[in-house]
């Protein structure tokens, strides 16, 4: 199968030509300043025509658009319907009407964090599983699963993307959702600095000379022994080890994958959480694996291909 794909974040979007499991051509396309998702749609076509062109496709053997999107989304109506403080124009657009018109193709949309599930599943670290969950650790934690080889949606297209939202401390710090002691609240990019300077001993820590407090530093800081890099480290694993035992009883996954940049460190993320689910969840069957993904930043554009296949077997766009 050729398909086009858009895999669009905050700040960027990476177009792409896909045939079967592999990126023939790929272009990013700065998305920081854009005044909503309507401004930036011309970008995409013409970045899309492009790498189809110089690829020597011809839009007419492409078997759709896939738009994996950085929100909420209702995948059988096409649409955006709900944002977060980022392109909060795209619940308005009618989508599919633009590809058609852009490429003559029809679009299918889905959210990100399951276009990287449905990457991994095709061509990743899921490969050969049908029950899965996957949680992507970056600014915040995003989360999917997939039950008998089929994404969960939910009737109001929100079942399993909340992964980051399990409760990890009844008594925890306030999250973005509204609730308390969410993980994401307590281990994600953005809460981590509230973490560590709540850490005691942070104004002593080599943390406290950093400019900016990210995963990167504090594992690098953990690895050369500083006791509250290695307190925040351990405390941060634990968070996640807990969410994926929550994830596993919610969804009966056989592999739990984890993604996002702070997988670089995966050597002693998954044998951490093997070992806490591998004690702490209740599987009678047998052990979950977790594994690291293995597709880094291309899981989304490669989940275009199950995406149209999807679609094409249900009838849909």
């Given at each position: 199968?050729k398909?086009?794909?858009?895999?669009?974040?905050?700040t960027?979007?990476?177009?792409a030509?896909?045939?079967d499991?592999?990126?023939?051509?790929?272009?990013?396309v700065?998305t920081?300043?854009?005044?909503g998702?309507?401004s930036v749609?011309p970008?995409?076509?013409t970045?899309l025509c492009?790498?189809?062109?110089?690829?020597?496709?011809?839009?007419?053997?492409?078997s759709?658009?896939?738009?994996?999107?950085?929100?909420?989304?209702?995948?059988?109506e096409?649409r955006?319907t709900s944002t977060?403080?980022?392109?909060?124009?795209?619940t308005?657009i009618d989508l599919?009407?633009w590809s058609?018109?852009a490429?003559g193709?029809?679009?299918?949309?889905?959210?990100?964090a399951?276009m990287?599930?449905?990457?991994?599943?095709y061509?990743?670290g899921?490969?050969g599983?049908?029950?899965?969950v996957?949680?992507?650790?970056?600014?915040g934690?995003g989360?999917?699963?997939?039950i008998?080889?089929?994404?969960?949606?939910?009737?109001?297209?929100q079942a399993?993307c909340?992964?980051?939202h399990?409760p990890?401390?009844?008594?925890?710090?306030k999250?973005?959702?509204?609730?308390?002691g969410?993980a994401e609240a307590?281990?994600?990019?953005?809460s981590?600095?509230f973490v560590v300077?709540?850490?005691?001993?942070?104004e002593?820590?080599l943390?406290?000379?950093?400019?900016?407090?990210n995963?990167?530093n504090?594992?690098r800081?953990a690895a050369?022994?500083?006791?509250?890099?290695?307190?925040v480290?351990?405390?941060?694993?634990?968070?996640w080890?807990?969410?994926?035992v929550?994830a596993?009883?919610?969804?009966?996954?056989e592999v739990?994958?984890?993604?996002?940049?702070v997988m670089?460190?995966?050597?002693?993320i998954v044998?951490?959480?093997q070992?806490?689910?591998?004690?702490h969840a209740?599987t009678?069957?047998?052990?979950?694996?977790?594994?690291?993904?293995?597709?880094?930043n291309n899981?989304?554009?490669?989940?275009a291909?199950?995406?149209l296949?999807?679609?094409?077997?249900?009838?849909v766009?």
């Amino acid at each position: 199968m050729k398909a086009l794909s858009i895999d669009l974040g905050g700040t960027h979007a990476t177009c792409a030509v896909i045939q079967d499991s592999q990126i023939v051509a790929s272009e990013v396309v700065d998305t920081d300043s854009a005044h909503g998702l309507q401004s930036v749609l011309p970008f995409f076509a013409t970045t899309l025509c492009k790498l189809a062109a110089n690829s020597g496709i011809h839009l007419s053997e492409f078997s759709g658009v896939a738009l994996s999107f950085c929100g909420m989304v209702n995948t059988k109506e096409t649409r955006v319907t709900s944002t977060n403080q980022k392109y909060d124009d795209a619940t308005s657009i009618d989508l599919n009407a633009w590809s058609q018109s852009a490429f003559g193709l029809k679009l299918r949309i889905e959210n990100d964090a399951r276009m990287a599930l449905l990457g991994e599943w095709y061509a990743g670290g899921a490969q050969g599983f049908d029950n899965v969950v996957m949680f992507t650790l970056g600014t915040g934690i995003g989360g999917a699963a997939m039950i008998e080889g089929r994404l969960l949606r939910g009737k109001h297209h929100q079942a399993g993307c909340l992964g980051g939202h399990f409760p990890a401390l009844y008594n925890g710090r306030k999250c973005t959702c509204g609730a308390i002691g969410c993980a994401e609240a307590e281990a994600a990019g953005w809460s981590l600095p509230f973490v560590v300077k709540e850490t005691p001993g942070y104004e002593s820590s080599l943390l406290a000379k950093e400019p900016s407090i990210n995963f990167e530093n504090v594992f690098r800081h953990a690895a050369a022994g500083d006791p509250v890099a290695l307190a925040v480290r351990d405390r941060c694993i634990r968070i996640w080890s807990v969410n994926t035992v929550a994830a596993i009883h919610a969804f009966d996954p056989e592999v739990v994958v984890y993604g996002g940049g702070v997988m670089r460190s995966a050597d002693i993320i998954v044998p951490a959480i093997q070992s806490y689910v591998s004690e702490h969840a209740w599987t009678p069957w047998g052990k979950v694996q977790v594994r690291a993904a293995k597709l880094g930043n291309n899981a989304g554009l490669l989940g275009a291909v199950p995406l149209l296949s999807e679609g094409h077997a249900v009838g849909v766009a």
